[in-house]
């Protein structure tokens, strides 16, 4: 049963640009999580979707982000007109329920020049 | 919202010693207390969680302690070996019927020396 898959591992854009960031849950999860973390901090809760839905987001900017998680594929994350200030790490988490424990992927690092 | 207090957030100790790192949380609602353990490059991994309604929970050298009233709870690594060197974060959340999400704290990074 493979993991949490995340792609890409590495993403470069110029300030302007759109990134998008893709998450596939583990098997049979069917709630994913993103998570920001800045160097040498901790993670910052971004946004919890269920299949369709988005649950909670009140850890991601109103303005530029967005995210969802379509019926068929992966969570996308998605940063419009990044600015600097958005490099950081990117984690997703999926889990089999909301009472159930959170299995992390390995991460996107995005790099805005 | 929750606050998640987390020291030291580096500790160094030699090989065989004991490791300990403990935070505080906020809110008294919280119910679910896990730890991760990230290594350089990679995700973090779940090691070891504990519910509100027990006080401590082992699982070889690794143990996890809670104190409702104090509102903090601890991670034991015993017997440590090289392989513990990571950044390990506590986290604490409040799960409800319908959502839950984590709050995680600042990090620790240990050092297992030689």
């Known amino acids: 049963n493979a993991g949490v898959m995340q792609n890409p591992r590495h993403l470069v854009r110029r300030r302007g640009q759109e990134a998008r960031l893709r998450c596939s849950p583990m098997k049979g999860h069917s709630h994913v999580y993103w998570y920001r973390q800045l160097p040498e901090e901790g993670l910052k809760f971004m946004v919890y979707?269920?299949?369709?839905?988005?649950?909670?987001e009140s850890g991601m900017p109103k303005e530029r982000f967005s995210a969802e998680f379509p019926k068929e594929g992966p969570s996308i994350l998605r940063i419009q007109q990044v600015v600097r200030g958005d490099s950081a790490a990117y984690f997703c988490a999926s889990s089999p329920g909301h009472l159930e424990k959170l299995f992390f992927g390995s991460g996107t690092q995005l790099s805005v020049l | 919202g929750e606050n998640v207090e987390q020291h030291p957030s580096t500790l160094s100790v030699q090989e065989g010693d004991s490791a300990v790192i403990k935070c505080t949380y906020s809110?008294?609602?919280?119910?679910?207390f896990p730890w991760y353990k990230q290594e350089l490059g990679k995700g973090p991994q779940l090691i070891i969680d504990i519910r509100s309604n027990v006080g401590e929970k082992k699982d070889q050298r690794i143990a996890v302690t809670l104190n409702k009233t104090a509102k903090h709870f601890s991670l034991h690594i015993t017997e440590t070996q090289p392989e513990d060197s990571a950044v390990y974060f506590c986290a604490a959340s409040i799960n409800t019927g319908t959502a839950s999400k984590l709050t995680f704290g600042t990090g620790t990074r240990l050092q297992v020396t030689l």
């Open positions: 979707l269920q299949k369709e839905n988005i649950i909670d």
């Open positions: 809110d008294s609602a919280s119910n679910y």
